[in-house]
């Protein structure tokens, strides 16, 4: 047997070489390659240079067979056309870029060569472990689209379990890219093109099973789409799946044009419209709606049914296109609906006409701190109880807004939102509803800061007026008669330094009053934090001896642009939080151990400040209110402490996070906006002033 360079009439072997011949010089399916020059090598002499001898006759009077005027049969060894000859079942074809071509061998899975003019074929390697049973056997060949560089080439097999896709080098050992396609006695399909996107398409068979075809989870009767590696290529209806296009019968032929357009031929037993039609059928079943059928000329019932199949395929052609474009719009709507309710600030959760979660956006789990992708489908009465008063109440009042403000406990913190609750009715009719949510949580905590800040400042107006004459009435009456008065006059000291002591007590009250209604705008410049703690702490360990205090530092100095009186004013709050905290534990249960508090100065990312006891530590209950004004949990405390440490805080752009410590006690943290940078050298670091020792209780 041998290739030919014109199609011989007639014969099926010459025909799929010519269909092999054709898919590969598909421009798109094959990597760029110089076009070879199939020129046909006539053999012999010129017709004008024949010798004139007598041709012997047969024995029918015709010419004698092997004569030299004896017709040479198209295809033969003798034919002119031929470049090759003797090869077994030639399958597969495949031209490379110096214009010789890769022919392969069905059954004996020999990979040859074969040269443009007449040479003989040459083997470069054999593929093994071969099933030639039926119509399986090396059934294609392909060059990768990057052939030049990498050199591989990408076969289709059929084995004992399986028709499958595999790679190799000449001479090297083939790597199987995709396995599992059926296999069967007929029908075993096995083409492969690749596209001008770069990936690799694959013709099966449906194995004889025609149901497999329109089976989406098989391989058979496909035409699958996969990467160099055989993973489901991008852009696949299911991009899971290597799928492309199902419902085919044997796909015998397969081209991908340079717009991307799979073409493919394929084989069937019978030409009659029968059968035509049986396959067509098949093919829309496996969900490949462009399937028609030749109509004919004859004006009888098989045409007038091709006509109707053809035209209803067509019609659902159509209809399919137009759902398909109506979901895209609808899928692009989805998206743009769901990047609207990503990018607001507002939590936004749909609910369906019973209350169940059904669109929530990623702001919505932030604020209720549940992720409620995972809580789809389930009641908010559950995921959120908090809410669950306000949705009732509109279900009663389907035609007003419900509107209240929400505590939403979290891990560390309690939040405050304002929440509100539309229905979305039809006629009359619930269809669903709409929950939306704001954090108001720093919102209600300034304006309740204001509201103290002004009964402070009046509260201040009106108390300290008649402080000093009464102050200094109590000391006059005590220079001027206590000598004079001889009975009891221990009474009459004791009497007057009560009052002279409240009224300095009163006259500090009165000062943190007005201290926190009119907190001083913090004056920034570069100061050196380290040096800010050690006078913080030197201050403390001087009035207080019996208590251990320790600073830790990362660095020395550390730089930092803030206010140093208002810092130091913190610190100082802080820790005499912490001495008041230890001396509480100490008076419930005793000395042991020592008091001890710990300062440490963090500068390895975001300048911090901790501040650590092993005293009574903080109240498990109501802790996130302890930095709003007036909040306290000790008898003598004014509940100023810790709301002016968070609005120096706040002044710099830093947080105050309260925390308990491992081994008991509390943890505050200072944390600052920014890390720590060297100073300007324009700019040296100012040596803080001296801090006094006024302190707020908390």
């Known amino acids: 047997m041998g290739l030919s360079r014109r199609p011989p009439a007639g014969r099926l072997l010459a025909a799929a070489l010519v269909a092999a011949g054709l898919l590969a010089g598909c421009a798109v399916v094959d990597p760029p390659q110089a076009q070879p020059t199939w020129v046909p090598k006539p053999e012999g002499p010129a017709p004008g240079e024949l010798p004139n001898e007598r041709v012997p006759l047969g024995p029918d009077g015709g010419s004698a067979p092997g004569s030299p005027s004896s017709p040479i049969q198209p295809g033969s060894p003798d034919d002119p056309d031929v470049v090759a000859a003797g090869l077994t079942l030639p399958w597969g074809l495949a031209v490379l870029p110096d ?22 074929a040459m083997q470069l390697m054999q593929i093994t472990g071969l099933d030639t049973s039926g119509d399986g056997g090396l059934l294609d060949l392909t060059l990768s689209p990057d052939y030049v560089a990498d050199n591989l080439i990408f076969a289709y097999i059929t084995t004992p379990t399986d028709n499958r896709v595999i790679r190799f080098e000449i001479g090297g050992r083939p790597t199987p890219v995709l396995t599992g396609i059926p296999r069967g006695k007929a029908d075993n399909g096995g083409r492969l093109a690749f596209g001008p996107d770069g990936m690799l398409y694959i013709g099966t068979g449906d194995a004889g099973q025609p149901g497999l075809a329109a089976d989406p989870r098989s391989l058979a009767g496909k035409v699958l789409r996969v990467t160099l590696f055989g993973q489901p290529a991008p852009g696949n209806p299911d991009p899971r799946s290597p799928v492309f296009t199902r419902g085919h019968r044997n796909v015998a032929g397969l081209c991908v044009t340079a717009t991307g357009t799979v073409e493919e031929a394929e084989s069937w037993p019978s030409a009659d419209p029968i059968s035509r039609l049986v396959g067509a059928a098949e093919r829309v079943s496996g969900g490949d709606l462009s399937a028609r059928v030749p109509e004919g000329d004859k004006d009888d019932e098989l045409v007038s049914l091709s006509r109707a199949f053809n035209r209803m395929t067509y019609q659902i052609q159509s209809q399919q296109s137009e759902l398909i474009d109506a979901n895209r719009q609808l899928d692009e709507r989805r998206r743009f609906t769901e990047t609207v309710l990503t990018g607001v600030s507002a939590g936004v959760i749909g609910l369906d006409r019973s209350g169940r979660i059904y669109l929530p956006n990623r702001t919505a789990s932030a604020l209720l701190g549940v992720d409620l992708d995972l809580s789809i489908g389930e009641d908010l009465a559950e995921v959120a109880p908090e809410m669950a008063r306000l949705l009732k109440l509109s279900v009663r009042r389907p035609d007003r807004l419900a509107q209240a403000q929400v505590q939403i406990a979290g891990a560390d913190s309690m939040r405050t939102l304002l929440v509100r609750i539309a229905a979305e009715h039809d006629d009359g009719e619930i269809r669903g509803f709409v929950v939306t949510f704001d954090d108001i949580t720093e919102l209600v905590s300034a304006q309740r800061k204001a509201a103290w800040a002004d009964i402070a400042r009046r509260i201040a107006h009106e108390i300290k007026n008649p402080l000093t004459p009464i102050q200094l009435a109590a000391e006059r009456l005590r220079r001027k008669y206590l000598k004079e008065i001889k009975k009891d006059p221990e009474t009459f000291r004791i009497c007057t330094d009560t009052i002279i002591r409240h009224v300095e007590d009163i ?129 003598k405390g004014t509940g100023l402490g810790l709301a002016i440490v968070k609005k120096i805080m706040e002044d710099h752009r830093g947080q105050l996070m309260l925390s308990d410590r491992e081994r008991g006690g509390a943890r505050v943290r200072l944390i600052f906006a920014g890390d720590a940078h060297p100073a300007s050298h324009t700019e040296p670091l100012a040596v803080p002033a001296e801090l006094s020792s006024v302190s707020h209780g908390a």
């Open 99 to 120: 214009g010789s071509a890769l022919v392969g061998e069905r059954t004996t899975g020999r990979v040859l060569r074969v040269q443009p003019r007449r040479a003989p």
């Open 507 to 635: 006259g500090r009250m009165v000062d943190e009053f007005s201290s926190f209604a009119r907190m001083p705008t913090p004056v920034l410049k570069p100061e050196d934090l380290a040096t800010i703690v050690e006078q913080a702490v030197f201050l403390e360990r001087t009035a207080h001896p019996k208590i251990g205090f320790e600073t830790r530092f990362a660095a020395r100095p550390v730089p930092l642009r803030c206010d140093a009186r208002l810092i130091g004013q913190a610190l100082i709050n802080i820790i005499k939080n912490a001495i008041e905290s230890i001396e509480g534990r100490i008076a419930e249960s005793g000395a042991s151990p020592p008091g001890q508090i710990v300062v440490t100065v963090e500068a390895d990312g975001p300048v911090a400040v901790t501040i650590e006891d092993n005293g009574k530590g903080l109240p498990r209950q109501g802790r996130e209110q302890l930095t709003e004004p007036y909040v306290t949990t000790r008898a």
